[in-house]
C-alpha cells in the first residue's frame, strides 16, 4: 500500500551527512556475505512488451505509457529519468504527486527489484562502479567515486535551502541525476540536497547496497548500507545479455609487439589490454629497466633488475618512461582490474581493490609458493597471466641518503621480492605522497594503497598521451 501518514514509517537507518561514516563501517563489515541478488519473476503486467525508440533515445513502458529518456554511457544504455511507475509500496516525496513527476517515485528494496520494465533491470552495485568509471570517476579509500558525481548530476535542482544556495552540475553525459530524497525512519528527507538509487545487490535478509550523491560534494557515493525498508530511486539499466558478454570481453592483442628504448636499446614486450567497456590501453608487458640516478636494483644486484626491472621513487618513475610511454593513472588501473574480469572490492585491511584481478594478471612462475595441501601438494603463488601482463613480485624498497654531524652515510632496504608486486601510478593524494598497486603471491586481488613518495617501486608504463590523470 501507499505510504500516507508517518504512523506507517518503517524503523530504518537514516543516512544524514551525520551517520553516513557509521552506514560506510556497516558496509565494510557487511561486504563479506555480500552477494548479487538474482532478479525476481515479475508478473503478467512486467512482462509486456516494450518499446525502445533508438532514434530519439527515448522508451515507453508500455504498463502505464509513461516514456523516458535514455542514455548509453560506455557498454550500458541507462533510462535517464529516474522510473516512475507505481507499485503497491511505492510513494511519491511527501505524498505529493508533482514530486513523482519532478523526480519519479520511491520504493523500497523488494519493490524496487521487480519495478523496472520488461527488457530493463535494477542495477547491481558493479553496474553503479562501472558507471561511475566510464564517466572518468576514480575511487578513493573510502570506496567513493570521485569526480562522477559531477558529470553525472543534472544541471539544476540540487539546492540547499539552508544557505540559499544552488549546486550547478556539468551533467556531461546526459544521466541526469535529480536530488529526490528518501523514506527513512523519521519521514521524507533529503529532497534538493540528495539523491538515494537502490542496487540491486543485497548484504543479507535485511539490507542491500545503495549508492547516493548530495549537495555538497561532487563525487559518488558508493556502497552504502541501508535497510530494505527504505524507500529510495530507482534507475533501470537496458538488461541485453549479449551487449554486456561483448562489452566484458577483454581483448589483448595477441599477436603482440615489441618496443625499443632509443635510450638504452632495451626491448620490451607490449600487450592491449581492454574492452568496449573500459577502452584500450597498450602496456608495457615488462617493468621499466631504465637507469636513473636514483632508481635501484632489488639488494642492490644488477641480477635482479634483469629479471625484475628497476626500483624507483615516485619523482624519478614520473621522467622513467620513454618518449611516447608514460606511467598510468590510477584510473588506468582501475580500467586494466576491470578488462581482466575484476569485481571490486572493499576490506578492512585493503585500503579497496578488485578481486580476481591479480590472479589474471599475474605471471605463470615467480610467485613464491603457498605451502602445501593435505595431500602433500605445493600450492602456488603464481598467477593465469591471462592477457599476457606477466606481472612479476619485484618487491619494494627504500634509499635514503643521511647527511650531518661530520659523516654521510647511504642505504638502501629492500623487501618482499618474490612474494609482492608494487607499482606507481601517477596519482597522487598530497605533495608527499601517491597512489600505488600491489599484488600478493598469497591473493588473487589487486589493491590500491598510498605511500611516501620516496620509497621505491616497479614502472609500468603505457603508451598515449596523460589525458585520464
Not at 558496509?27 to 530519439?56: F, H, L, N, Y
Not at 511519491?92 to 520488461?118: F, H, I, T
Not at 536530488?179 to 521524507?188: D, E, I, Q, V
Not at 639488494?299 to 621513487?313: A, F, H, I, M, V
Request: glycine letters at 10%.
Amino acid at each position: 500500500m501507499y505510504i500516507t501518514s508517518m504512523t506507517a514509517a518503517p524503523k530504518v537507518h537514516r543516512p544524514t551527512a551525520a551517520t553516513l561514516l557509521t552506514l560506510a563501517a556497516l558496509a565494510v563489515i557487511a561486504a563479506g556475505c555480500a552477494k548479487t541478488a538474482v532478479r525476481k519473476d515479475v508478473d503478467t503486467v512486467q512482462t509486456a512488451t516494450a518499446i525502445r525508440d533508438t532514434v530519439g533515445g527515448t522508451f515507453t513502458d508500455l504498463r502505464d505509457g509513461k516514456a523516458y529518456r535514455t542514455v548509453k554511457i560506455g557498454s550500458q544504455t541507462w533510462m535517464a529519468e529516474n522510473l516512475n511507475f507505481a507499485t503497491d509500496s511505492s510513494a511519491c516525496y511527501d505524498n505529493v504527486e508533482s514530486n513523482c513527476q519532478k523526480y519519479g517515485r520511491l520504493y523500497n528494496w523488494n519493490d524496487a527489484m521487480k519495478a523496472c520494465p520488461a527488457g530493463w533491470r535494477l542495477p547491481t552495485d558493479e553496474d553503479g562502479d562501472i558507471l561511475a568509471l566510464a564517466v572518468g570517476g576514480w575511487r578513493d579509500e573510502d570506496g567513493d567515486w570521485k569526480i562522477a558525481g559531477e558529470k553525472l548530476k543534472s544541471k539544476n535542482g540540487w539546492c540547499n535551502s539552508n544557505y540559499r544556495s544552488c549546486d550547478s552540475a556539468a551533467d556531461e553525459f546526459g544521466f541526469s541525476a535529480l536530488p529526490a530524497g528518501g523514506y527513512h525512519y523519521s519521514g521524507f528527507e533529503g529532497a534538493g540536497r540528495y539523491g538515494f538509487w537502490w542496487s540491486a545487490t543485497d548484504t543479507d535478509a535485511h539490507g542491500a547496497w545503495y549508492w547516493s550523491m548530495n549537495i555538497y560534494s561532487y563525487w559518488v557515493e558508493g556502497r552504502n548500507y541501508s535497510y530494505k525498508a527504505s524507500l529510495y530511486s530507482v534507475r533501470c539499466r537496458q538488461d541485453s545479455a549479449a551487449d554486456t558478454a561483448l562489452a566484458e570481453q577483454a581483448i589483448p592483442d595477441t599477436a603482440g609487439w615489441t618496443v625499443t628504448d632509443p635510450r638504452d636499446g632495451k626491448t620490451y614486450r607490449t600487450v592491449r589490454i581492454g574492452n568496449r567497456r573500459t577502452g584500450y590501453l597498450t602496456w608495457m608487458a615488462e617493468n621499466l629497466n631504465f637507469e636513473t640516478g636514483s632508481s635501484r636494483c632489488y639488494g642492490d644486484d644488477t641480477s635482479n633488475c634483469q629479471k625484475y626491472g628497476r626500483l624507483y621513487n615516485w619523482t624519478n618513475a614520473m621522467k622513467a618512461c620513454p618518449a611516447g610511454w608514460r606511467v598510468p593513472s590510477d584510473e588506468e588501473w582501475d580500467k586494466l582490474a576491470v578488462a581482466a574480469g575484476g569485481k571490486p572490492l572493499i576490506g578492512i585491511s585493503l585500503l579497496d581493490g578488485w578481486a580476481i584481478a591479480g590472479k589474471k594478471l599475474k605471471s605463470e612462475n615467480g610467485w613464491a609458493g603457498l605451502g602445501e595441501d593435505s595431500d602433500g601438494n605445493p600450492l602456488s603463488g603464481n598467477g593465469t597471466n591471462e592477457f599476457g601482463f606477466s606481472a612479476l613480485p619485484g618487491g619494494s624498497g627504500w634509499h635514503h641518503k643521511a647527511c650531518g654531524c661530520g659523516r654521510d652515510k647511504t642505504w638502501s632496504h629492500f623487501s618482499n621480492a618474490d612474494s609482492i608486486g608494487a607499482w606507481w601510478s601517477a596519482t597522487t593524494s598530497d605533495f608527499t605522497a601517491a597512489a600505488y598497486r600491489r599484488m600478493y603471491y598469497s591473493h588473487n586481488s589487486m589493491d590500491r594503497s598510498f605511500n611516501y613518495k620516496s620509497a621505491l617501486y616497479s614502472v609500468r608504463c603505457v603508451w598515449g598521451p596523460a589525458d585520464l590523470r
